[in-house]
C-alpha cells in the first residue's frame, strides 16, 4: 500500500510540474475587445476648440465674417457709375441748353436763308447744304422766347433727329460738356414757355443746363 501511495504521489507531482511548464512557455495573446457586428469603424473625435491650431482658427473667424457681412448693394458699394453722355451746349439769351452730340452733324455760321411762303413762324427758311435743302427753324421763338439775335456769334446747328436733317438757329455754341443721365432733374413747374420740349435740367462744375427734347422741339 505504501509503494502504490507513493507512486500514485509522484504521478500527480509530475503532472502539477508539466503544467507549470506549459503556462511559463506560451505567449501571452493580446486582450481583444469584442467589436458589434456591423458597426462602423470608430471616428477621431475633433479637438477642442482652445486646442485648435492658429491656422484653423483664422479660418473659422473669417468664415464667420463672411455670413456676417451684408451684400453691397448694386450701384452703391460696387462701384459701378453711369456713364456720361456727351451734350452739345448753346445759349439761347441768358440761359443755356444741351443736347445729344451723337444728333449734331455739324455746326455752321448764320447766313442767308431763303424764306418759304406759309410756313410756320419759327421756320424761318431753308439753306443747302452740299446740294441738299435743309430747313432752319429759330429755336428761340420755337421755345416761346424772343428771336435768336444773328450776328456773328449766332450758329446754325445741323440736327439729325429720326435721320431727317434740319437747322435750329442759336444765339451762340458754348462747347461740349459731359453730363451723367443721373444728374438730370425734372423741369421746374415756373418754367411756363417752351416747358414741353425740354427734358429737365442738370447742374455740372456751377452751371446749369437745360436739357432739350430734340425730337419735340424740330417737330420730329
Avoid: C
Avoid at 464667420?64 to 456727351?86: F, K, L
Amino acid at each position: 500500500m505504501d509503494i502504490l501511495a507513493a507512486r500514485k504521489k509522484a504521478a500527480e507531482w509530475t503532472r502539477t510540474q508539466n503544467k507549470l511548464e506549459t503556462e511559463e512557455t506560451a505567449p501571452a495573446q493580446p486582450a481583444q475587445t469584442e467589436k458589434p457586428s456591423g458597426s462602423a469603424s470608430p471616428v477621431p473625435s475633433s479637438p477642442a476648440v482652445g486646442k485648435q491650431p492658429e491656422a484653423a482658427k483664422h479660418a473659422a473667424v473669417e468664415e464667420i465674417g463672411r455670413r456676417d457681412t451684408p451684400e453691397p448693394e448694386e450701384g452703391v458699394a460696387s462701384g459701378i457709375h453711369t456713364q456720361e453722355i456727351e451734350m452739345l451746349s448753346f445759349r439761347l439769351g441768358s440761359e443755356e441748353y444741351v443736347l445729344p452730340v451723337d444728333d449734331v452733324q455739324e455746326v455752321l455760321k448764320s447766313r442767308e436763308l431763303t424764306m418759304v411762303p406759309n410756313s410756320p413762324s419759327h421756320v424761318i427758311g431753308v439753306t443747302s447744304i452740299r446740294g441738299t435743302v435743309l430747313p432752319v427753324l429759330d429755336l428761340g421763338r420755337r421755345l416761346g422766347l424772343p428771336p435768336a439775335v444773328r450776328d456773328e456769334k449766332a450758329r446754325i446747328i445741323i440736327i439729325s433727329p429720326d435721320d431727317e436733317n434740319a437747322g435750329i438757329l442759336v444765339d451762340q455754341v458754348t462747347g461740349v460738356v459731359r453730363i451723367s443721365p443721373d444728374a438730370v432733374r425734372p423741369a421746374p413747374e415756373t418754367i411756363e414757355q417752351g416747358a414741353e420740349f425740354l427734358k429737365g435740367i442738370a447742374r455740372k462744375d456751377d452751371r446749369l443746363y437745360i436739357l432739350l427734347d430734340l425730337h419735340k422741339a424740330v417737330g420730329a
